[in-house]
């Protein structure tokens, strides 16, 4: 019996167009509706749909139906990590419009990458937490010390895995902008999570940047020494 993975068949998924343009639009880890996901690959919806139908046969999309609307999200987090690592060693493409300048200096300054938070601030999030020995490394992981339970415990955040999930706790994730490590698995889901619940992080319109909040600059500075630079985000 042959055991080894369909790597082509994935690939061939991935590598259409239009398809990838899908796929990394649902990188910010939001359900999105297919009428959404047919204008950001530049396609008609019967086109859109075609691809989405291939993208959750593949096992790369999952659907649910909300009244008359379908929408789509990633199916795991280890399809979003894989996109990402296509995206660490893919060659930037160039960038023709002040429009198109903006929205990758936001997306590299901070964004959601799947469900955890990327970016310049991402990263510098991730380094504070290993300065202040909340967290160290451990081969591709992180591990969560005494310290670091009791801070994030007293910040809000889930600090325990769900007892059936596979999902690794804390995965170093390499961030395709920064080419550093930052947090991610389900703790970086977790503290992402209380982010924009403390409202310390937004959303920006049409895409997954995020942008820090007055209060989220306060408070990532006490919690955990990060400084936002005064305009260094687009707000």
């Given at each position: 019996?042959?055991?080894?993975?369909?790597?082509?068949?994935i690939?061939?998924?991935?590598?259409?167009?239009?398809?990838?343009s899908?796929?990394?639009s649902?990188?910010?880890g939001?359900?999105?509706?297919?009428?959404?996901?047919?204008?950001?690959?530049?396609v008609?919806?019967?086109?859109a749909?075609?691809?989405?139908?291939?993208l959750?046969?593949g096992?790369?999309?999952?659907?649910?139906?909300?009244?008359?609307?379908?929408?789509?999200?990633?199916?795991?987090?280890?399809?979003?990590?894989?996109?990402?690592?296509?995206?660490?060693?893919?060659?930037?493409?160039?960038?023709r419009?002040?429009?198109?300048?903006?929205?990758?200096?936001?997306?590299?300054?901070?964004?959601?990458?799947?469900?955890?938070?990327?970016?310049?601030?991402?990263?510098?999030?991730?380094?504070?937490?290993i300065?202040?020995?909340?967290?160290?490394?451990?081969?591709?992981d992180y591990?969560?010390?005494?310290?670091?339970?009791?801070?994030?415990?007293?910040?809000?955040?889930?600090i325990?895995?769900?007892?059936?999930?596979?999902?690794?706790?804390?995965?170093?994730?390499?961030?395709?902008?920064?080419?550093?490590?930052?947090?991610?698995?389900s703790?970086?889901?977790s503290?992402?999570?209380?982010?924009?619940?403390?409202?310390?992080?937004?959303?920006?319109p049409g895409?997954?940047?995020?942008?820090?909040?007055?209060?989220?600059?306060?408070?990532?500075?006490?919690e955990f020494?990060?400084?936002i630079?005064?305009?260094?985000?687009?707000?």
């Amino acid at each position: 019996m042959n055991t080894s993975p369909n790597i082509v068949e994935i690939a061939s998924l991935i590598g259409e167009p239009s398809r990838v343009s899908i796929l990394v639009s649902l990188l910010g880890g939001k359900a999105l509706p297919a009428s959404e996901l047919a204008r950001s690959a530049r396609v008609t919806p019967q086109t859109a749909s075609t691809h989405l139908a291939k993208l959750v046969e593949g096992g790369l999309l999952i659907s649910e139906s909300h009244g008359r609307h379908r929408y789509y999200r990633l199916a795991s987090a280890e399809v979003a990590h894989a996109l990402e690592a296509l995206l660490t060693i893919a060659t930037p493409k160039p960038v023709r419009s002040l429009r198109e300048s903006d929205q990758l200096r936001a997306m590299r300054f901070a964004r959601t990458c799947y469900d955890h938070l990327a970016g310049e601030i991402g990263v510098a999030l991730t380094q504070k937490m290993i300065e202040q020995q909340l967290i160290e490394t451990s081969g591709q992981d992180y591990v969560l010390n005494e310290a670091g339970k009791q801070k994030l415990l007293a910040l809000g955040v889930e600090i325990e895995g769900k007892p059936k999930s596979k999902r690794r706790f804390a995965r170093q994730c390499l961030d395709w902008s920064e080419r550093r490590h930052h947090l991610a698995g389900s703790l970086g889901a977790s503290l992402t999570k209380r982010l924009f619940e403390l409202g310390w992080i937004e959303r920006l319109p049409g895409g997954r940047a995020v942008r820090i909040t007055s209060d989220g600059a306060a408070g990532l500075f006490t919690e955990f020494g990060l400084q936002i630079e005064d305009g260094k985000q687009l707000l």
